[in-house]
């Protein structure tokens, strides 16, 4: 199987490149900008089939979730329209597609974790250029499946759990909202699970085209938990005072409630799944040892 990883200097993409060796009968093509563009038909038809890749991976993404609201059309290039030429490219040669998706396809006014036949309701640009994205891979004549996780940190990037740390080192106190509930989820975990699942249908022939499923870690927390339990496992002794979201505003509104039910994916793929401070203390252990 020839893999092609987009995005690969993300935090998904990395963690991908650690946990790569572990799958021997797997050949990686780990790919970013400016050497692979999704925005580029053309240059992602021409490197497929050069390649003979037959799987993608897609951790490309535009991100910034504030920024997007200044930068739309720019977030749809990457989120939607690049997500399209990637359908388009492998319907070419009858290739597989995990495609990478988010909470923020929801409103987040629910109390109930989502499942994945809930109705989506993104607020914010990112969300809606995310949500096209899925309607591209899920409406394509492809073998594609979308996964959406939530609250994605890692070793590698920028992310809460780096902030905090950093933060937390500088400052005897911080505030951090405590009215939105989630569930983080170590990226570390996320690339093995795609890459079990690729393994698991390889031997299984299991046809998964066109579904979605949920992937976080185990268990709800605020951000203010999830800050607090950052403090206690760095050993940092910075006050984490709880907050609204009112206290905090910014350009993209948060879905106040964006846990997800993961059913689904456990029982398809036979996947077990960390709770998340488990993954949280060896993301900190990681990030330690640097």
Known sequence: MNILVTGSNGQLGSEIKDV????????FFFMDLPALDIC??????????????DTVINCAAYT????????AVIAEQVNGAGVLNLVHALAKVKGKLIHISTDYVFDGNGFLP????????PMGVYGKTKRNGELAVING????????????????????????????????????????LGTPTNASDLAKTCLDILAYSKETN???KGNIYHYSNEGVASWYDFAKAI???????????PIETKAYPTSAKRPHFSVLNKAKIKNDFE???PYWRDSLAQCISKLNQE
Do not use: P
Request: aromatic share 10%; net charge negative.
């Open 141 to 180: 004549d492809i073998d594609g499946i979308v996964i959406r996780t939530s609250w994605l940190y890692s070793s590698y990037g920028t992310n809460f759990v780096k902030t905090m740390r950093r933060l937390g080192k500088e400052r005897k106190e911080l505030g951090v909202i405590y009215d939105q």
């Open 206 to 208: 299991i046809n998964a």
């Open 271 to 273: 996947i077990e799944i």
């Open 231 to 241: 403090m206690e496992l760095v050993e940092i002794e910075c006050e984490v005072i």
């Open 20 to 27: 790569a060796a572990s799958y021997k009968s797997f050949r």
């Open 64 to 71: 910034a979730v504030d920024a997007a609201e200044e930068n």
């Open 114 to 121: 989502y499942q994945e036949s809930d109705k989506t309701n």
């Open 40 to 53: 580029n038909s053309s240059e992602l038809d021409i490197f497929i089939a050069k390649n003979k890749i």
